[in-house]
T-cell receptor, first 114, second 115 residues
Framework: NAGVTQTPKFQVLKTGQSMTLQCAQDMNHEYMSWYRQDPGMGLRLIHY???????DQGEVPNGYNVSRSTTEDFPLRLLSAAPSQTSVYFC?????????????FGQGTRLTVV | DAKTTQPTSMDCAEGRAANLPCNHSTISGNEYVYWYRQIHSQGPQYIIH???NNETNEMASLIITEDRKSSTLILPHATLRDTAVYYC????????????????FGTGTRLTIIP
């Protein structure tokens, strides 16, 4: 199993540009989520999804959009990149229902906005 | 989610047991203690979790005090590969919706294994 795969691993954007961070999981997990991690800090939840077609906001959702059209994929869209969005982004997935409750994380996308 | 308090950093000699403490004095009755670690800014990795009984798996042991206000993660024979930031998180185990299951990360404990 590949687990949780994030692409790209690195990205540099200019202020105002838009882009989509990709996240895919092959474990048939219901729950998926996006976190960001700023230097020296813990991870903060941006958006999450409890199943295809269902998304909700986390702690820091402003400036980001998500959609969940399939169980496997959960892309994160930056609408108009700002330097404050320079961060490392992590995608995670978790089983739903009565399954295991631990989260599996991808290896991260390092985003720099100049 | 209950707030947790962890030491900022710790050192441990290679081959010795690493004992990482966590205080969670405001934990609720339905909240579990979860431990994750993050190596070299990779994605966090799940280690172990528990409610009130001590737990052990292939990676570590988790000791939770009887009043559940604190816990200790034990890596029995630390290796250089265990150098990482360790996060103690409290949250419901399986709530009615994922909003109750989200992980709230603090700044964790930076554990350095000394050769």
């Amino acid at each position: 199993n590949a687990g949780v795969t994030q692409t790209p691993k690195f990205q540099v954007l200019k202020t105002g540009q838009s882009m989509t961070l990709q996240c895919a999981q092959d474990m048939n997990h219901e729950y998926m989520s996006w976190y960001r991690q700023d230097p020296g800090m813990g991870l903060r939840l941006i958006h999450y999804s409890v199943g295809a077609g269902i998304t909700d906001q986390g702690e820091v959702p402003n400036g980001y959009n998500v959609s969940r059209s399939t169980t496997e994929d959960f892309p994160l869209r930056l609408l108009s990149a700002a330097p404050s969005q320079t961060s490392v982004y992590f995608c995670a997935s978790t089983e739903g229902g009565t399954g295991r409750t631990e989260a599996f994380f991808g290896q991260g996308t390092r985003l720099t906005v100049v | 989610d209950a707030k947790t308090t962890q030491p900022t950093s710790m050192d441990c000699a290679e081959g010795r047991a690493a004992n990482l403490p966590c205080n969670h004095s405001t934990i609720s009755g339905n909240e579990y203690v979860y431990w994750y670690r993050q190596i070299h800014s990779q994605g966090p990795q799940y280690i172990i979790h528990g409610l009130k009984n001590n737990e052990t798996n292939e990676m570590a042991s988790l000791i939770i005090t009887e009043d559940r206000k604190s816990s200790t993660l034990i890596l029995p024979h630390a290796t250089l590969r265990d150098t990482a930031v360790y996060y103690c998180i409290v949250r419901v185990g399986r709530g009615t919706n994922f909003g109750n299951e989200k992980l709230t990360f603090g700044t964790g404990t930076r554990l350095t294994i000394i050769p």
